[in-house]
């Protein structure tokens, strides 16, 4: 999944036929004056960051003239927000407001329809309003096949109580928040706050927006924008990290390889997704080791998937050691496991004397997998110890390798 920044969102919004207010993006100071200017009123400065949350992180500010605007914009580029290196600012148009609503779209797998979630109270996170005012929000689940009619949005305002004058214009408005929801294959899109004018109108004034990454090929527009693989909010890729995605998504059709840097640690994690990969992590951790990452390759990835993706695992800066792990359930080569982790060992110029490799694999042609493993020196176990044994023989490895290290160092 990926987020989208609140321009994009913004610029789908108006696309679809919905009243927002005038923006700029500015990527300097000077930029962000000449925007406030060219709009002549108080304006809000915004970080530009796929993440919500930005007001209590000091990412927004509030300026009535062009030179508070380049002097707000000036505080907020540059910083680190939410793990998000703010590069550009939205200069969005100040309007009065005399209400504040929320309203959102989401994905609900176990309900399988898309929710729509409205409520009286905008401006604060949704979470809260599901703790402290339950029955401030009210939901309404969407017929895939029918689509979301204004009569029902209506009916959904009703019941959350608002204004009669104001049902009109909310019901037209939800049923474009659908329908931009699903032109642009979108797993969130969240208005808040929606904002009341005292003349009535109606505008989203912060807009968070994710999109199905694996629908961008329906997206071109989008597809050159979003940064692919993002689905955690809460952190922003990594140079490794958007080297493994990049790898994944050149043979998109075999196999899927997802890798997460950890902060430190020092053993490389190359296993198979689910269950195997959350054992191993926990497994290595509970031995005393430290993972350098965690990672997902599965589904029978290509040999050069294979490669690419050891290749970014083993260039993390401070990796000592690698272990190379699958289950029998992974449905995946471990032979071309076993040719791509090879092949990127080999391209590093890893010396296996002092930089240990464990594989244990269980799968599809195994038996090659361990003549390749072997023959490369790289000590390798099948079924026959379980992936828990795994971790505590890889741990036993590293410090066998950190204490031959000190060795050396002394006999110096």
């Not at 797998?109 to 996170?125: E, F, K, L, Y």
């Not at 080297?243 to 998109?252: K, M, R």
Request: aromatic fraction near 6%.
């Amino acid at each position: 999944m990926a987020r989208l920044l609140e321009n994009q969102a913004l610029d789908l919004l108006q696309r679809g036929g919905m009243l927002v207010p005038r923006y700029e993006v500015a990527a300097s100071p000077e930029e962000a004056r000449d925007a406030a200017e060219q709009m002549g009123v108080p304006v809000v400065i915004k970080a530009l960051i796929p993440t919500g949350k930005r007001g209590k992180a000091g990412g927004i500010l509030f300026a009535s003239t062009p030179d508070e605007a380049a002097s707000c914009a000036e505080k907020i580029l540059g910083t680190m927000l939410n793990s998000f290196r703010v590069n550009s600012v939205l200069i969005e148009e100040r309007l009065e407001v005399t209400q504040e609503l929320y309203l959102s779209a989401a994905i609900d797998h176990r309900a399988q329809a898309t929710s729509i979630i409205a409520s009286r109270t905008g401006g604060v996170d949704v979470e809260t309003l599901r703790v402290e005012h339950p029955d401030a929000l009210k939901h309404l689940y969407v017929d895939p096949y029918l689509g979301l009619s204004e009569f029902e949005a209506r009916q959904l305002w009703h019941e959350v109580g608002v204004d009669a004058h104001l049902l009109q214009r909310l019901g037209a408005l939800t049923a474009q928040l659908y329908r931009t929801f699903v032109s642009a294959d979108a797993f969130i899109l969240e208005l808040n706050p929606l904002v009341v004018s005292p003349d009535g109108d109606v505008t989203p004034v912060a807009a968070l927006m994710g999109v199905d990454d694996a629908a961008m090929f329906r997206q071109p527009e989008l597809a050159a924008t979003v940064q692919v693989g993002l689905e955690r909010s809460w952190k922003a890729l990594t140079e490794l990290e958007k080297q493994v995605v990049a790898v994944n998504e050149a043979e998109p059709y075999r196999g899927t390889a997802r890798y997460t840097e950890m902060e430190g640690g020092d053993i490389g994690l190359f296993c198979g997704g689910g269950g195997a990969s959350l054992v191993l992590f926990d497994a290595l951790q509970h031995a005393g080791g430290q993972p350098a990452n965690y990672c997902e390759v599965g589904g029978n990835p290509t040999v050069e998937k294979v490669y690419g993706t050891a290749k970014a695992i083993l260039s993390k800066k401070g990796v000592k050691g690698l272990l190379v792990a699958h289950s029998i359930t992974n449905n995946t080569q471990t032979d071309a496991v076993a040719e791509g982790v090879i092949r990127a060992i080999d391209d590093l110029g890893i010396d296996l004397a002092t930089f240990p490799v464990l594989a244990r694999e269980a799968g599809v042609n195994e038996e090659r997998a361990e003549q390749l493993f072997r023959a490369r020196g790289i000590e390798y176990y099948g079924d026959q110890i379980t992936l828990n044994e795994a971790a505590r023989l890889m741990v036993e490895r590293m410090r066998e390798a950190e204490r031959n290290s000190d060795g050396l160092e002394e006999g110096r």
